[in-house]
T-cell receptor, first 113, second 111 residues
Framework: DSGVTQTPKHLITATGQRVTLRCSPR?????VYWYQQSLDQGLQFLIQ???????AKGNILERFSAQQFPDLHSELNLSSLELGDSALYFC????????????FGSGTRLTVV | QKEVEQDPGPLSVPEGAIVSLNCTYS??????FMWYRQYSRKGPELLMY????GNKEDGRFTAQVDKSSKYISLFIRDSQPSDSATYLC???????????FGKGTKLTVNP
């Protein structure tokens, strides 16, 4: 157990729907990162939050949004889902900067049908 | 040109072989270099971390960074079937809050 908890583990939903993925960071970590992993693109950075504030944005679609709450857990909201959004979504956390690497959760596998 | 290039393999070796995994990169500002191991359907786990150029050894694993060539390597000695996984390189700029990952190399060690 890495200490980073992601729920749910699996999600199957229809096109056009909206889902919420949840992440609880490792105890003491203030930074939360969201990554999308697909077979052809590898791990793609989506967004980072630090202590409740958005810190960096990557290749995140406008249909996707995220937030980090006062208790430091984070949620990634995916709306108007398309077949191409099917992927593994990982959350990772660090105390602050990424220099020493992240601790990843076990991921949420999203399947859009 | 992608920031980080990694041969996806797959790579298949017999148990006990020495494995060499590599990544090249284009961003000269990268200073922190990592290797992650990802088992099927699991999250990546940090295996090795190196700052700037040089070598780092941890048991059967050795990480090398050559900043002049923009090239990093991971060597696995006496490979075991339990080493079968996808290996991802990752790197970041000094003070950055983002890691850039290679696509990963899938390794199979055959008993």
């Amino acid at each position: 157990d890495s200490g980073v908890t992601q729920t749910p583990k699996h999600l199957i939903t229809a096109t056009g729907q909206r889902v919420t993925l949840r992440c609880s960071p490792r105890s003491g970590d203030l930074s939360v990162y969201w990554y999308q992993q697909s077979l052809d693109q590898g791990l793609q950075f989506l967004i980072q939050y630090y202590n409740g504030e958005e810190r960096a944005k990557g290749n995140i679609l406008e249909r996707f949004s995220a937030q980090q709450f006062p208790d430091l857990h984070s949620e990634l909201n995916l709306s108007s889902l398309e077949l191409g959004d099917s992927a593994l979504y990982f959350c990772a956390s660090t105390p602050r900067q990424a220099n020493y690497g992240y601790t990843f959760g076990s991921g949420t596998r999203l399947t859009v049908v | 040109q992608k920031e980080v290039e990694q041969d996806p393999g797959p790579l298949s070796v017999p148990e006990g072989a020495i494995v060499s995994l590599n990544c090249t990169y284009s961003n000269s500002a990268f200073q922190y270099f990592m290797w992650y191991r990802q088992y099927s359907r699991k999250g990546p786990e940090l295996l090795m971390y190196t700052y700037s150029s040089g070598n780092k050894e941890d048991g059967r694993f050795t990480a090398q960074v050559d900043k002049s060539s923009k090239y990093i390597s991971l060597f696995i000695r006496d490979s075991q079937p339990s080493d079968s996984a996808t290996y991802l390189c990752a790197m970041s700029e000094g003070g950055s809050e983002k890691l850039v990952f290679g696509k990963g190399t899938k390794l199979t060690v055959n008993p």
